[in-house]
């Protein structure tokens, strides 16, 4: 899910019946009602991320039928649509965690075909349509973390995860200036799966 304009965006996932999906639909926060929006074109999936970024909602990875994904889409709200943008110079992987920072999509951890676990973090600019590998989160790779930019411009948390064979973590670290992973006071308790959110900027 990512926000655009007062306006939430879900998709991809997997449905009743146990079959993956393509189709979006947004959530108007000020009519409050939904609306179905243009799917995704490309193959249903599910363990995606997402952000948006100065009004473009980004939609990185996943795993469909064949494996993880290492595909980037970008979805314009202007024209509901999708188009695809330069995918991840690296292996595909899924259960990602992602934050917006100083107008960036970064992407941290996720698991790859075989299962394990990552470490690393790349963030896409969407100036130059490029991608760049950061600073690799320290310690162990992870997956099913939550990842929040604080409204305010600080530097964005990562919080909680799973090793790859599914022992949760309780380790909070905050990116910080220089391209520096600091770790911050720990979760009380261990998870993975979790969410986070930030005050509304509606």
Not at 170 to 192: F, K, M, T
Request: hydrophobic letters at 40%; glycine letters at 10%.
């Amino acid at each position: 899910s990512f926000s655009i304009d007062c306006k939430v965006f879900v998709g991809t996932g997997m449905q009743v019946g146990w079959s993956l999906t393509n189709d979006w639909w947004r959530f108007d926060v000020v009519q409050n009602d939904w609306q179905q929006a243009a799917s995704l074109p490309a193959a249903p999936r599910q363990y995606c991320t997402a952000q948006s970024v100065d009004g473009i909602g980004y939609l990185f990875g996943g795993l469909d039928a064949n494996g993880p994904l290492a595909e980037l889409w970008a979805y314009d709200i202007n024209t509901d649509s999708w188009t695809q943008r330069p995918s991840l110079p690296g292996a595909g992987r899924y259960a990602c965690a992602s934050f917006v920072h100083e107008g960036k999509l970064h992407v941290v951890g996720g698991i790859v075909a075989g299962g394990d676990a990552l470490n690393e973090v790349w963030s896409f600019d969407p100036t130059t349509d490029q991608w760049s590998q950061r600073a690799s989160l320290p310690g162990v790779g992870r997956h099913r973390a939550a990842a929040v930019s604080p409204p305010d411009g600080t530097y964005p948390l990562l919080i909680g995860g799973a090793t790859a064979n599914y022992t949760p973590l309780n380790e909070v670290w905050q990116y910080g200036p220089s391209d520096i992973w600091v770790q911050r006071a720990p979760l009380p308790e261990a998870r993975y799966g979790l969410s986070a959110s930030r005050t509304p900027d509606i």
